[in-house]
């Protein structure tokens, strides 16, 4: 415990508050029972009367129903203790009486063991005191009264706000608490309304906190967190507050240019260059803008912040989901899809450099056609918007396929789009043919996206990846740098096994079955896949007990000496934390999960303690090594319905070869027939490389 004491005092907890309307001196209307206590209440009140009425003068005046409904008038009867009869009174109060006594034994338990952990306790009903405000941990109720309703969540958000207030730098480390079941079901909603980030905050059921170590645990690692967490805290808040100081800044000095001045704009510039006003002031103040946010002191102080984050001390989510980073990526990529409205040629020319053009078959919800499934135009900007620029524009064409682990490769060789929406969310990549380029004329392109043609102009690029398209078509020259794309993620069922006597058991898990994980897909030094396992700190921990808590003799006698080892690598725990490292998706064999271990001599040696696969065709695996086997199978949807048990898999490319030059193989082999089908579907184009 000196050491958890330690860890809060280094990172600043020294105090906590605990807000649940245990607390409250008086109930409110809505903490009582219901209907039928009041029906009784009403029946028998006719003798006190009089008492009531000197209690709560609007007694005469007002209805049961709206009596019954009145806080006032139950914080009068709770207070009249010796001046209504306890037969008329104490049934009203019968049930949130005991309601209070059983929340009083939880409150009583937790608030020692904060004190034992080094921490003064604030105690706060529905109305925090002053003293709660600026205090580094909070524990809250989601119910802030006995109906447990929806509107209670709202009281819980409300006491918790003044502690948040003015504090978006320092936000507190928050846990939420319940003994209601639809505590896994609200926590998200707690969480978002509260605006709290997710390493600051934890949500547990009553009971479970106090069993064991978990009180602790969750201390120990929200102390452990907390420094990095504020990097990230601040970072954000300096893009809340650096956007609004920009946007002044950007409003002010592009309302000093005057009507004369887009007209000036227009006429020495534009009418030469061919684009339109409106298509060019756009791509300015998108620059303008930029300009002002990278100038903002504070959010550039708060990015530099982040390089300060331990790589070593990642944690684990607290809660499961999958962290959409694909939809940041589209963002990256893509322009709006609303800016297409804007033209950006004066000419007849329908596209401009970077529009992506998608077969129509595809945008209306059908399987493809004939090939290809898209173009993006390469013809440089000022080319196209010029009376007097490329006479045929320049297309290169592409196959559209569906987003899946296995598709989501950082190769440095493969040449592609990696995520593009169709209608209704679909979500696709394009595979670019550098083999396959069209040049078509104006008319041609009118042709191709007219009502009765087969394409349809969907979305544009932004100019740095159009560019790096460009870059690649043109042989690798003149290669700029380019921000990296964000790892993608996939989520994914985690199952694991040991090997008892009669063969592999799984082992019960109840938390790992429902929440399963989260696959982060990148690249390593050399531009090769690198996948890792992220999963919930409930997960985790659960995993873990299981292990910690296996007994030698379920296990077969040639797995007991790598259960030991196993035991011991308390390593374990936090790689598990930082991110397990998966298998490349082509990999469908077992691999060793390797621990460091001191031997008898002391020196710390790598020893398997483990096996894990990813996708396996098959579950044959070494019993001496058999203690925990890892098993994650890709949550992907197929034709026949969602994945399940994995299946044998057809002969893949030699182990040698990675996923990238697999890719570029099988763009290779498609170039061919995919040039001889856009030859067919376009007559008139020229083919060029």
């Not at 608030?111 to 909070?138: F, H, M, N, Y």
């Not at 990526?329 to 033209?343: A, D, E, G, M």
């Amino acid at each position: 415990m000196t050491a958890l004491k330690d860890l809060l005092a280094a990172s600043g907890i020294k105090s906590a508050v605990v807000i649940d309307d245990a607390y409250d001196k008086v109930p409110k209307a809505s903490d009582l029972d219901g209907q039928g206590i009041w029906s009784t209440f009403w029946a028998d009140a006719a003798p006190s009367e009089a008492v009531l009425i000197e209690l709560f003068p609007a007694y005469s005046e007002m209805e049961p129903e709206q009596l019954q409904l009145s806080d006032p008038f139950v914080a009068a009867v709770w207070g009249a203790d010796g001046k209504l009869p306890a037969e008329l009174r104490d049934p009203l109060f019968q049930g949130y009486r005991q309601a209070i006594a059983t929340d009083r034994k939880f409150l009583d338990d937790l608030e020692a063991r904060l004190k034992a952990a080094g921490l003064d306790v604030i105690q706060s009903g529905r109305t925090p005191p002053q003293a709660a405000k600026g205090v580094p941990l909070v524990f809250v109720d989601l119910f802030l009264g006995a109906a447990q309703q929806e509107g209670d969540i709202d009281l819980s958000l409300a006491a918790l706000a003044p502690m948040l207030q003015g504090r978006e730098k320092e936000p507190p480390c928050v846990v939420l608490m319940s003994r209601s079941e639809l505590l896994t079901d609200k926590k998200e909603r707690f969480r978002d309304g509260a605006g709290l980030l997710g390493a600051l905050f934890r949500a547990y059921s009553k009971t479970p906190l106090l069993e064991g170590r978990t009180l602790e645990t969750t201390l120990e690692r929200l102390a452990t967190h907390r420094a990095d967490a504020l990097r990230v805290a601040r970072f954000v808040y300096g893009w809340k507050t650096g956007l609004e100081q920009a946007s002044k800044r950007f409003l002010h000095g592009i309302g000093r240019l005057d009507l004369s001045d887009y007209a000036q704009i227009r006429d020495v510039l534009l009418a030469f260059e061919g684009q339109p006003l409106g298509s060019y002031m756009l791509d300015v103040f998108d620059r303008v803008l930029a300009h002002e946010i990278e100038g903002d002191e504070h959010t550039i102080d708060a990015a530099q912040a982040l390089n300060d984050i331990d790589p070593a001390q990642y944690p684990a989510p607290h809660i499961a989901g999958t962290t959409d980073l694909q939809d940041l990526v589209f963002r990256t990529i893509w322009q709006n899809p609303k800016r297409l409205k804007v033209k950006t040629t004066v000419d007849e020319i329908p596209v401009g450099f970077g529009d992506v053009l998608i077969r129509k078959d595809l945008l209306n919800g059908g399987a493809p056609g004939a090939p290809p499934d898209a173009y993006v135009v390469m013809t440089a900007a000022c080319d196209l918007v010029r009376k007097e620029g490329a006479k045929r524009v320049l297309l290169l064409s592409g196959t559209v396929s569906e987003i899946s682990p296995k598709s989501w490769t950082y190769g440095a060789t493969s040449f592609k789009t990696p995520i593009m929406k169709l209608p209704g969310d679909k979500r696709v990549f394009v595979r670019w043919d550098a083999k396959d380029i069209v040049t078509l004329t104006h008319a041609q392109i009118r042709d191709l996206l007219s009502a009765n043609g087969h394409y349809g102009l969907h979305l544009r690029l932004r100019e740095a990846h159009a560019l790096e398209l460009q870059q690649r078509l043109l042989a690798e020259m003149g290669r700029i740098g380019l921000v990296a794309h964000m790892p993608g993620t996939f989520p994914v069922q985690v199952e694991a096994h040991y090997n008892s006597p009669e063969g592999l058991k799984k082992y019960d898990l109840e938390v790992g079955g429902r929440e399963g994980g989260v696959c982060y897909v990148g690249r390593d030094k050399d531009g090769k896949e690198q996948t890792r396992l992220i999963m919930t700190e409930a997960a985790i921990d659960e995993l873990l007990a299981k292990i910690d808590t296996m007994l030698p003799d379920k296990l077969d006698a040639k797995t007991r000496p790598v259960l030991a080892q196993l035991q011991k690598a308390k390593i374990l725990a936090s790689e598990l934390q930082k991110g397990f490292p998966v298998p490349r998706n082509d990999k469908t064999g077992f691999t060793p999960i390797k621990a460091a271990i001191p031997n008898s001599g002391g020196v710390i040696e790598q020893i398997t303690v483990g096996l894990i696969a990813r996708n396996p065709a098959d579950m044959k695996v070494d019993p001496k090594l058999a203690a925990l086997v890892l098993v994650i199978n890709d949550a992907v949807s197929t034709p026949a319905g969602p994945a399940a048990a994995p299946a044998a898999k057809p002969a893949a490319a030699p182990a040698a070869a990675s996923a990238a030059e697999a890719d570029s193989a099988a763009a290779t082999a498609e170039a061919d027939p995919a040039v001889a089908k856009a030859e067919a579907a376009n007559p008139g184009g020229a083919k060029q490389g």
